[in-house]
């Protein structure tokens, strides 16, 4: 019996150091939190083990489910030797799953993806196509549909032609970025990630995240090639998003605007603002900017940011009162 036991720990050793040097030459890494996802959780982990690129590392963050995701995690585990499991003991949320994740990565590259998402089986290998000609792309973003349960609600954001942005400024405002600040479908070099991570306790990570990643980046790009599916949540944060959610989502672009503006995001983060206002009755310190694109910015311009609070949400009483 103290043979066997030796044996098996002996062999254990060996199967983790092999998976350890497996892990330490990957690509990519693929960074999956898991939470209480059970019945969309084979339909995203068979669209990653099936990608036509295997050179990956998946790491699934099981974060405390209770409705036997822990289960599936482990059954995919046995399953595929490039799948790690880690596990949270309480529910830490989001970020903290996805820094956990970042922090077991070995690829020289990260993505994440949703656990109730897909990505499309030939993704992977399209976009290293690119990456392996473009070795000095720092992030590459490629399309994503949109599935909201409706057919007339589906919506696919595109990149009609493959393009290099130099600069933060650049693809924040000309290639509207603030637009799509999703963290999955992109692919980041994890160096991006060295004393970066998702803040905690906050909604709306990616906004808070994206643009310090964007200011490291040399050269960040776009593709048509590749697709990513979006499963839209009932339950999920932009569906539910109340005023400390909405007011997270206006810190982090309050903290971009000193940096980088015109006149459309300027007139974004204004309804941004307005909609915190009408959710909380606080008056966020909104500043006062040369934009007048749009009736709110002129209107803001003229009659000053409290004033406007107060007509937008007159008005939205009356809409809803009327419909």
């Not at 077991?104 to 590259?109: L, R, S, V």
């Not at 050269?219 to 590749?226: C, L, Y």
């Not at 999920?236 to 309050?254: C, P, V």
């Not at 000053?304 to 937008?312: D, Q, R, S, V």
Request: overall charge positive; proline content about 3%.
């Amino acid at each position: 019996m103290l043979f066997h036991n030796y044996y098996v720990s002996l062999k254990r050793i060996r199967n983790r150091n092999h998976l350890i040097l497996i892990f330490a030459n990957m690509k990519l890494s693929v960074i999956i939190p898991v939470y209480n996802v059970a019945d969309t959780l084979d339909r995203c982990l068979r669209s990653i083990s099936e990608q036509s690129f295997r050179d990956m590392q998946i790491i699934l963050v099981n974060d405390a489910s209770t409705d036997g995701s822990d289960e599936i995690c482990e059954r995919w585990r046995n399953d595929d030797h490039r799948i790690q499991v880690i596990s949270h003991k309480v529910n830490l949320g989001l970020s903290e799953a996805r820094n956990s994740g970042i922090s077991k990565a070995k690829g020289e590259y990260i993505t994440f993806v949703d656990s109730d998402d897909e990505v499309e089986r030939s993704t992977y290998k399209k976009l290293f196509d690119i990456l392996n000609v473009h070795p000095d792309y720092d992030i590459l973003e490629y399309p994503v549909y949109e599935h909201y349960g409706n057919l007339k609600r589906q919506h696919k954001l595109t990149f009609g032609i493959d393009k290099e942005y130099t600069d933060f400024s650049s693809y924040w405002l000309h290639g509207k970025a603030y637009e799509h600040t999703y963290a999955w479908n992109k692919i980041y070099r994890k160096s991006l990630f060295n004393g970066v991570r998702y803040p905690a306790n906050k909604k709306f990570e990616d906004a808070h995240t994206l643009p310090l990643i964007l200011q490291k980046a040399n050269i960040i790009a776009t593709t048509s090639v590749g697709l990513y599916y979006y499963y839209d949540n009932p339950k999920g944060i932009t569906r539910n998003a109340d005023g400390k959610d909405i007011s997270d989502l206006l810190e982090a672009h309050m903290r971009v605007m000193p940096e980088v503006c015109d006149a459309d995001y300027y007139a974004k983060v204004l309804n941004i603002a307005l909609t915190a206002h009408e959710c909380t009755g606080k008056y966020p310190d909104f500043p006062k900017m040369p934009y007048n694109k749009g009736i709110k910015p002129k209107l803001n311009k003229i009659i000053g940011f409290k004033t406007l609070c107060l007509i937008n949400k007159y008005l939205h009483k009356i809409y809803r009162r009327d419909r």
